[in-house]
Nanobody, 121 residues
């Protein structure tokens, strides 16, 4: 199983970025997907997840109203649209896959390598 995250970069506060995560080696439509992040000196935290059908999502309070997760099962890809970015969103962002239909915030089975997002003030 491989999860390849991309789309990170440097952006000013208030700006937007779109992350992508391409999955291979698994039946993508049978996995819930999630995005996590880890800032320097902090533990990795759950950001947002989406069910295998795409019908349900769950957001951490810190990103509600700003971040949107979506998926394209035909392309084996999950996306994270990040708007109104803040300096505190700076972190390495990881995508992850969980074998099961529902959205979860822990216990994911597979992880990608991460992509750096830096938000300048």
């Amino acid at each position: 199983v491989q999860l390849q995250a991309s789309g990170g970069g440097l952006v000013q506060a208030g700006g937007s970025l779109r992350l992508s995560c391409a999955a291979s080696g698994l039946t993508f439509s049978r996995y819930a997907m999630g995005w996590f992040r880890q800032a320097p000196g902090k533990e990795r935290e759950f950001v947002v997840g989406i069910s295998w059908s795409g019908g349900n999502t769950y957001h951490a309070d810190s990103v509600k109203g700003r971040f949107t997760i979506s998926r394209d099962n035909a392309k084996n890809t999950v996306y994270l649209q990040m708007n109104s970015l803040k300096p505190e969103d700076t972190a390495v962002y990881y995508c992850a896959a969980d074998k099961g239909p529902g959205v979860v915030s822990w216990g994911y089975d597979y992880w990608g390598q991460g992509t750096q997002v830096t938000v300048s003030s």
